[in-house]
């Protein structure tokens, strides 16, 4: 890894009641996924919170649901994943860590060059499986 | 893409924890794309293509006065 990445996972806090439309079953699972993928390198920097109390940064990464895991780009870009990345979608997670500490995605120089032309919001989202 | 413009988010959802969302966005294969609600594809797209679809809802010519289209 070149430069820093901080990685913001949010999740909710367990608690003895369960409230309907709160569950997260993956929320722990997740959690211990990125807590020891942290302590492999001193440059990834894990945020962690709460999503139903932690409102300012929920709203600013514009999070909608949990568990979810928010890299931000140096451009100001972000990338969110929703659910925990298992399986192959795992590598595509350390994919986009790995791009954004070199700062450059593995795209072509023609299509980086165009997509800098884009002057209203995209939003892409991509459905997955792990497999 | 989103690494490229502040104005490109992306986000990666994985379905089997998120039925509802699979439902509304009626994913019935994976990998589905869904662009600003507008675009969607099923599949993976060759990189120019995904630019242009991208292009197609991200950029607009600005009109002589300054005003975007």
């Known amino acids: ?131 | 893409m989103a690494l490229e413009n502040k104005l490109i988010t992306a986000d990666v959802v994985e379905i089997q924890e998120f039925p509802k969302l699979a439902r509304t966005y009626n994913v019935t294969s994976v990998p589905k794309t869904v662009i600003n609600n507008v675009v969607q594809f099923n599949g993976a797209l060759p990189e120019d293509q995904f630019l242009n679809k991208v292009l197609g809802i991200g950029y607009r010519e600005l009109e002589s006065n300054g005003k975007g289209a």
């Open chain 1, 1 to 131: 890894m070149k430069g820093n990445v901080t990685i913001s996972l949010f999740t909710t806090t367990p608690s003895v009641l369960a409230i309907p439309g709160r569950e997260c079953p993956t929320c722990p699972e997740t959690q211990k996924l990125l807590q020891d993928l942290a302590g492999l390198s001193p440059k990834l920097d894990l945020k962690q919170y709460d999503f139903f109390s932690e409102t300012e940064e929920r709203d600013r990464y514009g999070v909608e649901r949990v568990p979810a895991i928010v890299l931000e780009a140096q451009a100001g870009s972000l990338l969110r994943y929703y659910g925990i990345p298992a399986g192959y979608e795992f590598a595509m997670f350390l994919e986009g860590i790995n791009s954004i500490s070199r700062g450059v995605s593995p795209l072509a120089l023609d299509t980086r060059k165009k997509l800098r032309k884009v002057n209203h919001p995209v939003h892409i989202q991509v459905f997955v499986t792990p497999s």
